[in-house]
């Protein structure tokens, strides 16, 4: 089992990758989304400034891409809220046992966000047909919903790496070498 485990680790560099990828474009979004507000707030105020009029529909969907672009990366580093206060009473074992459990959820949901997700920005659901911003009306709503597959797919790059790493520490004493099998 531990030459499995550096097959695996021949990956990370690819997990690597796609959070930092996730991250810049992360940065990116919450740049766009401050020039715009700014713009935004200047129009209010200044006479002599207009603002643009699709700013307010534009800002929420880059907020959205945010939040869930955001909550992917937040699982590989294991950064989300948890409760942990009988974790320090549980065995090792137990404790990697419920990690397990709940990574398998997580991945579930990842995998339900990229199933349903790809089925409403799918060019024949209802959202790509009809649903059309109020103030660019050319510009389809499909783009305020492309972040919940794209969460999907991240959600689960990263999912793996966590199940990977959880059945991985099955295998580790608590010393740090490795268990007898």
């Known amino acids: 089992m531990p030459g499995w485990f550096k097959t695996l680790e021949k990956l990370r560099p690819i997990y690597d990758w796609t959070y930092k990828l996730l991250l810049v474009i992360c940065k990116l979004l919450l740049m766009a989304d401050?020039?715009?507000?700014?713009?935004?707030v200047a129009g209010r105020y200044f006479p002599f400034f207009t603002a643009p009029h699709w700013s307010e529909e534009i800002i929420l969907t880059l907020m959205v891409y945010m939040?869930?672009?955001?909550?992917?990366?937040?699982?590989?580093?294991?950064?989300?809220?948890?409760?942990?206060?009988?974790?320090?009473?549980?065995?090792?074992?137990?404790?990697?046992c419920l990690d397990l459990l709940a990574d398998l959820a997580v991945l579930a949901l990842?995998?339900?966000?990229?199933?349903?997700?790809?089925?409403?920005?799918?060019?024949?659901?209802n959202i790509a047909k009809f649903?059309?911003?109020?103030?660019?009306?050319?510009?389809?709503?499909?783009?305020?919903?492309?972040?919940?597959?794209?969460?999907?797919?991240?959600?689960?790059?990263?999912?793996?790496?966590q199940v990977f790493q959880r059945i991985e520490a099955f295998y580790i004493?608590?010393?740090?070498?490795?268990a007898q099998a």
Do not use: C, N
Request: net charge positive; no cysteine.
């Open 34 to 40: 401050v020039v715009i507000t700014s713009v935004t």
């Open 67 to 96: 939040a869930v672009l955001s909550a992917t990366l937040a699982i590989r580093k294991r950064s989300h809220i948890r409760m942990t206060a009988f974790d320090s009473y549980l065995p090792r074992k137990a404790l990697l």
């Open 110 to 125: 990842g995998v339900i966000l990229l199933v349903e997700g790809a089925k409403v920005v799918s060019p024949t659901g």
């Open 131 to 161: 649903a059309k911003y109020s103030s660019l009306p050319k510009l389809s709503q499909i783009w305020m919903y492309m972040p919940v597959p794209v969460a999907g797919v991240g959600m689960i790059i990263f999912e793996l790496e």
């Open 173 to 178: 004493d608590d010393d740090g070498k490795g």
